[in-house]
């Protein structure tokens, strides 16, 4: 069973950092696409970035090269590097895999996801 767990939310001022995590387990990460989404209050879950198996990446528009998505898979990890964080950032923040080797930007296509981690930035 393919497992995938977040962490490195919090609260953070606006202009600052954070550096989320998302272990998978259970599964052959190299070959997933990965990808990393966000739930605001209210709002429907958009995507934010994403990654496939031989590290090609996409980004939202709404990225402004502020967020940098990386993994390693010699550790069945997945990073978010969010830089000049913004209020509009707070949000529940989902990593997800998808077992093509398409990079998708929609959230149906992808298999797996984890619970989320809660990024709060303060104005």
């Known amino acids: 069973q393919v497992q995938l767990v977040e962490s490195g939310g919090g609260l953070v001022q606006a202009g600052g950092s954070l550096r989320l995590s998302c272990v998978v387990s259970?599964?052959?990460?190299?070959?997933?696409?990965m990808g990393w989404f966000r739930q605001a209050p209210g709002k429907e879950r958009e995507f934010v970035t994403a990654?496939?198996?031989?590290?090609?990446?996409h980004r939202a528009d709404f990225v402004k090269g502020r967020f940098t998505i990386s993994r390693d898979n010699a550790k069945n990890t997945v990073y978010l590097q969010m830089n000049s964080l913004e209020p509009e950032d707070t949000a529940v923040y989902y990593c997800?895999?998808?077992?093509?080797?398409?990079?998708?930007?929609?959230?149906?296509?992808?298999?797996?996801w984890g619970p989320g981690t809660q990024v709060t930035v303060s104005s």
């Open positions: 997800a895999a998808d077992q093509t080797i398409v990079l998708h930007t929609t959230a149906g296509p992808y298999d797996y």
């Open positions: 259970g599964g052959t990460f190299s070959r997933y696409a």
């Open positions: 990654v496939t198996w031989s590290g090609y990446t």
